[in-house]
């Protein structure tokens, strides 16, 4: 078996796959790549228990541009990704997302709007007569305005997506291997090898470190404290005889969020700062349906009074704790090792614009497409955090 490798790739859905097929179909690669994959069933990771969903209305430049790239990648995935002829189905939808607010977070709703417009987002600020009259369906006697995407926003298939990236990596000569990384072998400024759990040592050119929430326990073995930790977050499903015509992400100013899925509803709700230690387990607090969320749904959407709980999960967000933006690029004390993490629950819609950006520097040293260095580790370093305010 080859044990040396000019790339190896720590982590192989979303975001790892992403990286390995921007890199094995760079021009000015052509070396040879390893995506190490810990479980190839993928049934825990974030990429699977996800909403799976694309917005381009975030508070940060660099965020709001990661996801119209992205919206630009999925709406051609099928093709891009296709291998002898065949590309992924990734199903995108795009029926916008719809933030709200009341009187209190009008002024913070209308800033963002003014920069998502500044940056090309199609969005439109709708006032609460405007949202009566397109959503009907909604409750908005509390509201004074709502943020809409007309384009670009939906949702889409996320593990359709992850495979697609995978058999597109593959089909140009990247090698997926099942294995856990438990260490990082550093010389000085060098990872010179990655060591897996049998003990089998991989050589290595460079390292993407693309392992989600194992991600600061593969970084500290190279001596470095990344940032983030795992934080639990829940979907509900649930089925209602409501029609809701054109019903978007629908984000409410409780915090509470919901959007169709098939021919019922996907929801869940932020938990407060003192609920949310780092957790690993999958455990879902079912009596939040009751005390929660259905009371908050029927509350937005009067129809929604007849909800059922149909199924739920959990899953972990690669929360960034300094400020709930990825940490993207080198650590400025070792020059082969890239990081790819603490996404805090957008990674999936900016897996294709880091996956490039990875690409880049790996092939050429910097960004040449999208400048991401306001998402390297300088801000980590220099405890200068670039807050994202629109956190789901
Ligand atoms: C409930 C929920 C809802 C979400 N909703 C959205 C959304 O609507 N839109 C959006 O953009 N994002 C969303 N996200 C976030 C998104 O899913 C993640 O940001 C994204 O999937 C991260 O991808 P990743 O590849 O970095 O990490 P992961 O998907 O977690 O994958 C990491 C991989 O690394 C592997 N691994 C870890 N350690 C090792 C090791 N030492 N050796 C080998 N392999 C290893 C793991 O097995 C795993 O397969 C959501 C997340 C959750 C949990």
């Known amino acids: 078996m080859q044990d040396s490798f000019d790339v190896v790739i720590v982590g192989g859905a979303v975001v790892g796959s992403a990286a390995a097929y921007f890199l094995a179909a760079e021009a000015g690669f052509g070396g040879s790549l390893l995506v190490l994959e810990r479980d190839p ?6 990429t699977t228990r996800s909403l799976a969903s694309i917005r381009h209305q975030f508070s940060t430049p660099e ?16 093709e891009q990704l296709a291998v002898d002829g065949q590309g992924p189905a990734i199903g995108l939808r795009e029926a916008g997302y719809l933030f709200l ?13 003014r920069l998502q417009r500044a940056e090309g987002a199609d969005v439109a600020l709708l006032s609460a007569r405007q949202l009566r009259l397109r959503f009907p369906w909604l409750d908005a006697s509390d509201l004074v305005a709502g943020s809409l995407g007309l384009s670009g926003e939906g949702w889409l298939d996320a593990h359709a997506l992850m495979h697609g990236f995978r058999r ?15 260490g990082l072998q550093r010389h000085g400024r060098r990872i010179e090898a990655v060591v897996l759990g049998d003990g089998t040592r991989v050589r290595c050119g460079s390292v993407i470190n693309a392992a989600g ?41 409780s915090g509470l969020y919901f959007r169709p899925e098939g021919t019922g509803f996907l929801c869940g709700i932020a938990p407060a700062a003192h609920e949310d230690p780092e957790c690993h387990d999958f455990e879902v607090p079912l009596d939040w349906w009751e005390e929660r969320l259905w009371p908050a749904l029927a509350q937005r959407v009067p129809g929604f009074e007849a909800a059922r709980l149909l199924s739920a999960w959990a899953g972990h967000y690669d929360v960034s704790t300094l400020d709930d933006n990825a940490i993207v690029g080198a650590h400025p004390e070792v020059d082969n090792l890239l990081f790819a993490n603490g996404f805090s629950g957008h990674g999936l819609q900016q897996s294709p614009a880091v996956g490039r950006a990875l690409a880049e520097l790996v092939t050429g040293g910097g960004f040449r497409s999208l400048d991401l260095a306001a998402l390297g580790w300088a801000r980590v370093l220099e405890n200068r955090p670039l807050r994202e305010l629109n956190v789901v």
């Open 213 to 253: 929430t194992g991600a600061a326990a593969l970084a500290r073995t190279a001596g470095i404290e990344l940032p983030v930790q795992a934080r639990k977050r829940c979907v509900f499903h649930f089925g209602s005889p409501a029609q809701l015509p054109g019903c978007p992400l629908v984000i409410d100013p």
């Open 101 to 113: 607010a009341g009187e209190e977070g009008r002024s913070v709703l209308e800033a963002k709007h």
């Open 168 to 182: 597109k990596a593959i089909s140009l000569g990247a090698v997926y291997r099942h294995g856990h990384a438990a």
């Open 63 to 78: 965020n709001i541009r990661m996801s119209m790239f992205g919206t630009r990648f999925l709406r051609q995935a099928h």
């Open 41 to 46: 069933s993928y049934r825990d990771c974030a």
